[in-house]
């Protein structure tokens, strides 16, 4: 890649992996075959350091959050596939640490930005002209210290979750029909009495919307909670030991699978996962090399020809 690969994304076609690279800010677009084999890159610039990067439910459009910078960019993809430099930038974000696209009323999208130093998750519209905006219901906040990072979105109930890195807190907020997002209950991701350091790193869920995983750095931990079917309150269900310094981890499109990376141990952990309770047994651990902090999972099944 020529850099620190740190942030990745999968278009929705899968066509497409997104790599940002640094220092030399940039966005590697690399076509994905049917094989799944990699070929050869397109490069095209960003303004800042990426922390975390998606798409819009097209792939046409792509942002970028950089916590070091403090904004979040948008950029448009063109017919050929490349991407082109950036259009927009949003500045005074603070610790902008993650985007999270999210389907708006009437068709139209917006977009979730979890800004850490802010305890804020600021929220925008996207406009006809590939622009955003503030949302005209304004943001959301977490409690003073919070830290909020990652976000997550249920399959199917209208739920959204973000984890907060500083106190390891997991919120759930409901999305309604006039486009308000109300929380509705936070909890500790650590086990009851913990007393060493927090430092929250990332959520998924299953694709059924079942079971909900989280992953903490220092303790080196995974946390599953369960959904209830009924009014979707967060259970939790158990703590599960895995690589050091579990940066990110993924969940396989069957359900079947977490693997995790370990960015202090070089390596990644393939946990299965138990379908009726969640839990999680380690089958395999395989060296990747030094600083493993991103995962993504393509399902070559699903993939158009």
Not at 34 to 57: E, F, K, N
Not at 111 to 130: H, M, N, P, S, Y
């Amino acid at each position: 890649t020529g850099g620190e690969v740190q942030p990745l994304a999968i278009s929705p076609d899968r066509r497409w992996l997104h790599a940002g690279v640094r220092p030399d800010f940039r966005v590697q677009s690399y076509p994905i075959a049917a094989d799944g084999r990699l070929g050869s890159p397109t490069s095209a610039p960003l303004l800042g350091s990426a922390s975390h990067t998606c798409t819009d439910g097209s792939g046409r459009l792509f942002f970028a959050a950089s916590y070091a910078f403090n904004h979040v960019s948008v950029s448009r993809r063109d017919e050929e596939g490349r991407m082109q430099p950036p259009h927009q930038c949003l500045d005074n974000l603070m610790a902008a640490h993650s985007v999270t696209p999210l389907a708006g009323n009437e068709g139209g999208q917006e977009l979730l930005v979890a800004c850490l130093k802010e305890d804020a998750i600021r929220r925008f519209t996207l406009g006809q002209d590939d622009r955003l905006s503030p949302h005209p219901l304004g943001d959301l906040h977490t409690a003073q210290g919070a830290g909020p990072r990652h976000l997550a979105l249920h399959p199917d109930n209208g739920d959204l979750y973000c984890l907060c890195e500083l106190d390891c807190t997991l919120y759930r907020y409901h999305r309604e029909a006039d486009g308000r997002i109300d929380e509705r209950e936070r909890l500790d991701m650590l086990p009851e009495g913990y007393q060493g350091e927090r430092w929250g790193a990332d959520l998924h869920l299953t694709p059924d919307g079942r079971f909900l995983y989280t992953s903490e750095r220092a303790s080196s931990l995974l946390t599953l909670f369960g959904i209830d079917g009924k009014d979707g309150a967060l259970i939790p269900l158990g703590h599960f030991p895995t690589e050091a310094c579990p940066r990110g981890f993924a969940i396989d499109h069957g359900g079947h699978w977490l693997i995790a990376t370990g960015q202090q141990s070089d390596q990644v952990a393939v946990h299965r996962i138990d379908p009726e309770s969640g839990r999680l047994t380690l089958a395999s651990r395989h060296e990747v090399g030094k600083g493993a902090m991103w995962v993504r999972i393509l399902n070559l099944a699903e993939r158009p020809a």
